[in-house]
């Protein structure tokens, strides 16, 4: 690859995966890469990894589903070039590409109240959000759409400087790339989302990543008791390493719903219940297995757009629980984030077990596999640039 300087202003030719078709494997394809537009900056992506909410998007057949696309979110890199008006990173700064905006100055990003910038609303857009346009094109000139303000499954790619921080560089870069998303959504929720209480009962369910996660920000917080739900039991002995100490397999349950069990093991509900599956009928049991009075139902993972959630009236009025959203955690990206990365550096947050395999950039076709097989948490891609 040519030196940074001298890429600056122009188009760059690279290595991108693109997602052609929904399903079908990626295509490895060289890339053209526009300079960054006001407002933008255009990084080189040193490793990047896999998420559910890639597989989630790669196999969608109808809207937001777009094709053909450049898939991936989760990523850190350097930055290589920036458009007119950025001023928080420069050329050869080490950056950290978030999905969620934050733009710093509109009523939802001053209060601490809110993750959702106003000014840049979260959405699965095709395009930069400024213009509307995409700053990717193929070899023979057709358009290749964003993902999640970010795509990352390419060599360079662009964004907006309100989805990019600046981070501390003794980061590893394979650590730090899982808290473009991973690690920081489910940490986050027990964190800001349920501001889960020192002594409190919580319960997972799905011990995929996500839900770890949400284990590793309980334990954080000084949850006395961690219970994982999953139908998965290979997943229990790594769940120990994050706190979670008790376990539930709804395969050995017959036709005994989950939530009973948890009610009788917590002596009536759970403090906290996280869904980081992304099934509705999860979320219900989720809510069906908190406490009456005060217990809280977190909704963290991914279904389906259009998928819709039915409450009893009677229970929502009557029981006094609440159910809650938490997109990435409900953490605001350039004040929370690097207090988790220094927390992650004082080693109060356990990162290093959630990288099970690395590879090649080249290879992310298996790293698909594995995901979709189970066989893995993360998987960290490296560039070869």
């Known amino acids: 690859m040519a030196g940074e300087s001298e890429t600056r202003g122009k ?40 998420c559910h909410s890639d597989i989630t ?74 213009d509307k346009t995409s700053r990717f094109t193929d070899r023979n ?90 139908t998965n039991p290979d997943k229990f002995e790594l769940a120990k390493k994050f706190g979670v100490s008790e376990f539930v397999n709804p395969k050995d349950l017959g036709d005994k719903p989950v939530s009973q069990v948890i009610l009788e093991m917590t002596d009536g509900g759970a403090d906290y219940c996280f869904e980081c599956v992304g099934f509705a009928s999860l979320v219900q049991a989720a809510f069906a297995s908190c406490r009456k009075g005060w217990g809280k139902t977190i909704m963290v993972g991914v279904d389906k757009p259009g998928a819709t959630i039915g409450f009893n009236s009677f229970d929502m009025l009557q029981l006094g629980k609440t159910v809650m959203g938490s997109l990435y955690g409900g953490l605001k990206p350039k004040s929370h984030i690097p207090i988790l990365l220094q927390r992650y550096l004082d080693k109060e947050l356990n990162v290093d077990h959630f990288v099970t395999h690395e590879m090649k950039f080249e290879d992310i076709n298996k790293a698909f596999d594995l995901l979709i097989q189970g066989k893995s948490l993360r998987c960290v891609m490296w560039m070869d640039n």
């Open 57 to 130: 998007f790669w196999k969608l057949k109808e809207p937001p589903a777009c094709f053909p696309r450049i898939l991936g979110h989760e990523a850190v890199g350097v930055v290589e070039s920036v458009g007119e008006n950025v001023t928080e990173v420069g050329e050869g700064d080490y950056v950290l590409p978030i999905f969620v905006p934050d733009c710093g100055e509109c009523t939802d990003c001053r209060s601490e109240k809110s993750n959702l910038c106003s000014v840049f609303p979260f959405g699965i857009y095709p395009w930069m959000p400024r």
């Open 141 to 230: 000139g057709e358009v290749l759409h964003h993902f999640l303000h970010v795509s990352s499954f390419i060599e360079y790619t662009v964004v907006d400087i309100t989805n990019l921080i600046k981070i501390n560089p003794d980061i590893p870069p394979s650590k730090a790339c899982l808290f473009s998303c991973g690690i920081s959504t489910g940490v986050g929720a027990a964190w800001r989302t349920a501001s889960v209480e020192k002594g409190s009962s919580v319960v997972i369910f799905g011990l995929g990543a996500i839900g770890l996660a949400v284990a590793e920000g309980a334990k954080m917080c000084g949850a006395s008791r961690i219970i994982g739900v999953d």
């Open 11 to 50: 188009p760059i030719r690279c290595k991108g995966a693109v997602s052609r078709e929904p399903g079908e494997p990626l295509v490895m394809e060289e890339v053209i890469v526009a300079p960054p537009k006001a407002g933008e900056v255009r990084i080189r992506i040193i490793c990047t990894s896999l």
